[in-house]
């Protein structure tokens, strides 16, 4: 047993003086400016009042919506998969931790012999072997460290999804209820181009309009009532994305009907790293290159030997080519050593591929990053933009509505300064302006929306 141990130790001092960093923990690497730059923001202390920090109920703060994410985070399956995956890692954590245990095996047997007229031998033993692998060279080491970083992976997609539930819910909220907003409007809208109509029919019978004017007026009526039913469908589809959301049968869900999304103070001051550094996308892309450090640490590791002590024990009553009975106690112990000589060029391939799927993942974190500050930048340029066209879409559709009553007034009690095309045109232009303005607060709420969730919101 001396012995072993002393081979352990020259070949603990031996893997310590190679210096290939088979035992050295994953750091978030500072290769690049812009790795170095998540380094540092990693750092940095969390400020609990950022966008993306707050809780969710104070982002969304609508009573029905508030109520239809709850459900969803209770019901969605994608949510209850990615929770399934936490547990499933963390198993396999606890499987890695307890590798560093013996085993024990306990095999009890028994036989009988008979020779020519001499009664039956019985012989019998009861063993209980414990074998104990040695990790001088890491090996479960970085298995281990793997697992954990799995677990890491695993919580952030589950934080991923649930951050994605969360928008998907608030998106189909906001955008069913500017459907719905269009919809009120293209049937109120419907009602005043059917009079409209009859004024033109009755314009004619006084010799007003032509009967062209009363076919255009009839027209553009037609129009609306088949864009009626094109919402009226896509609102149909919003019910059926909300219900699968909240894992249910289709049926009609409740908005608010002038639903709108407060969204706090969010200054433009260029895309900081901080923000980033809180997403979980890129939590589970550190990860996943953290793994991929660990494997190729374990390939590494697989060029070294690896001891094993083994001991048996029990009590038997064959010693030997001798039965004795009754039986006596026996105990064994032995340490094996094996290093890998040539193992046609296994463990030189698959090292080369670990370190090829390293610099993959590495490849894969940036470009997260990069896309990253792509998306909250997009948000950020969204929302403010729409703050400001809706500022001016509010202006456009008073003026219009100025402009569809002056030209119905000269129509009707004026001679000759107006014709049936421009009331129509104003009517149309108006129409389109107010639906712009609802379709214009939507991506503002979508922005919203979108940039919470790119700044890692949905705690």
């Not at 380094?39 to 202390?45: D, K, N, R, S, V």
């Not at 994305?241 to 409740?254: D, H, I, K, R």
């Not at 103070?265 to 550094?277: D, F, I, K, P, S």
Request: charged share 15%; proline share 3%.
């Amino acid at each position: 047993m001396n012995n072993i141990i002393k081979v352990a130790v020259i070949m603990l001092a031996g893997a310590s003086m190679t210096g290939c960093h088979i035992y050295k923990s994953y750091e978030t690497p500072t290769s690049t400016p812009l790795t170095k730059a998540y380094a540092e923001a990693l750092e940095q202390p969390v400020d609990s009042t950022e966008f993306g920090n707050l809780p969710w109920q104070d982002v969304f703060t609508d009573p029905i919506l508030v109520d239809l994410i709850n459900r969803a985070l209770e019901a969605n399956t994608n949510l209850r998969n990615a929770q399934l995956n936490v547990e499933t890692a963390r198993a396999q954590l606890l499987g890695a931790k307890l590798s560093y245990l013996p085993s024990l095996a306990l095999a009890p047997n028994g036989a009988g012999a008979k020779y020519a007229d001499n009664p039956f031998s019985w012989t019998y033993q009861l063993p209980a072997q414990v074998s104990w692998e040695i990790d001088i060279f890491g090996k479960l080491l970085n298995s281990k460290r793997n697992a954990q970083a799995a677990v890491l992976q695993s919580e952030a997609y589950a934080q991923a999804v649930r951050s994605q539930i969360i928008s998907a819910v608030a998106t189909t909220y906001y955008s069913l209820a500017a459907v719905k907003a269009q919809l009120e409007l293209s049937r109120n809208t419907s009602e005043l181009w059917k009079s409209t109509v009859q004024t033109m029919r009755d314009l004619k019978l006084s010799g007003g309009v032509t009967e062209a004017a009363v076919m255009q007026s009839e027209a553009n009526y037609y129009s609306i009532l088949a864009n009626i039913t094109d919402l009226e469908a896509s609102v149909d589809r919003l019910n059926n994305t909300m219900s699968l959301l909240l894992n249910t049968m289709p049926q009609e869900w409740t908005v608010n009907p002038i639903a709108a999304l407060e969204a706090p103070a969010v200054a433009r001051n260029g895309v900081e790293m901080r923000l980033l550094a809180s997403r979980p996308d890129v939590a589970a892309a550190e990860q996943s290159l953290a793994m991929a450090y660990y494997a190729t640490n374990s390939a590494r590791a697989a060029f070294y030997p690896g001891l094993t002590i083994t001991a048996n024990g029990g009590f038997t009553n064959l010693l030997g080519s001798f039965v004795s009975n009754p039986g006596d106690w026996f105990v064994q112990l032995a340490g094996s050593l094996v290093a890998p000589l040539f193992s046609r060029g296994r463990n030189i391939a698959t090292l080369k591929a670990s370190k090829a799927q390293q610099q993959v993942a590495m490849n894969n974190f940036e470009y997260t990053l990069l896309n990253a500050a792509a998306e909250v930048s997009d948000a950020l340029t969204v929302y403010q933009k729409s703050i400001i066209k809706a500022e001016l879409l509010d202006k456009q559709v008073e003026d219009l509505a100025k402009a569809v009553d002056m030209t119905q007034d000269l129509l009707l009690y004026s001679t000759g300064s107006t014709n049936y095309l421009e009331v129509l045109t104003a009517q149309q232009s108006l129409l389109g302006a107010q639906i712009s303005l609802i379709a214009c607060r939507q991506a503002r709420d979508m922005a919203v929306i979108n940039l919470y969730q790119a700044v890692g919101g949905g705690r």
